[in-house]
């Protein structure tokens, strides 16, 4: 899992409205120009917070599950990543990862999952996949490829696919698309595909970047009566 995957505004683009509701580009970026872009906002993104919805599509049956809906946080130290993943619908849980440790809690079934990211502690960057991603660290891991521009839910974004080079990242998705927004250059929407062409599809709404965040932000202390498995 490296993800994933932070971002001061940048807006080099307009939007320049002919006729209302119908957006027009004032450039076309190639994958050079948005990866530049993309470097630019992030190299000044230290947090994020944003309300997200995931879905998970399978394939064999050709349908989306009902879905998930939540908040998403993160904040970068040093070398260290805070990290927290809160889903309140349709039921609770929580992932946690701070100083290289991972917590998954379940309260539902007063279940809480542990364990140390040890030398992967690097993987956890896949989570945060586009936010703040150095454009050389990604070239060197997948071959990259955008797919053209989309308007997704009245935002404009261009799609960027990413289809890993190694059989060891591909292990765990074949492909991957952001849809990057053209006044933040963060994603709004993530899609991770599967091998078995399953595939998640994460959307981000309400983002807010380099929020005031602090490390008890990404505290979670258990309740007595819940079982720890590590």
């Not at 009902?66 to 609770?92: C, S, V, W």
């Not at 896949?126 to 990604?138: H, I, K, N, S």
């Not at 595909?193 to 490390?215: A, R, S």
């Not at 932000?217 to 007595?224: E, G, W, Y």
């Amino acid at each position: 899992m490296k993800i994933l995957s932070r971002i001061a505004l940048s807006t080099v683009f307009f939007i320049i409205n002919v006729f209302p509701g119908i957006p027009m580009y004032a450039e076309d970026l190639d994958l050079d120009g948005l990866l530049l872009k993309m470097d630019e906002s992030g190299q000044s993104l230290d947090s994020m917070r944003a309300d997200i919805t995931q879905k998970k599509w399978t394939d064999i049956l050709a349908e989306f599950d009902a879905g998930e809906h939540g908040q998403l946080m993160f904040m970068r130290q040093a070398d260290d990543l805070f990290f927290r993943k809160e889903i309140t619908e349709p039921t609770n849980n929580t992932l946690l990862i701070k100083g290289g440790e991972v917590l998954f809690y379940q309260p539902g079934i007063k279940q809480a999952q542990k364990y140390q990211l040890g030398n992967n502690k690097d993987k956890a960057e896949y989570l945060l996949l586009g936010f703040g991603t150095d454009q050389e660290a990604v070239r060197d891991v997948y071959d990259l490829e955008i797919l053209g521009k989309e308007s997704l839910e009245g935002r404009e974004t261009y799609k960027l696919q990413m289809d890993p080079k190694s059989e060891k990242v591909s292990a765990f998705f074949v492909r991957i698309v952001l849809w990057i927004d053209t006044e933040m250059w963060v994603p709004i929407q993530q899609k991770l595909v599967e091998p078995t062409q399953d595939y998640l599809l994460i959307t981000f709404d309400n983002i807010e970047l380099n929020p005031d965040l602090d490390k008890s932000d990404f505290n979670l202390k258990l309740p007595d009566d819940v079982k720890v498995i590590k």
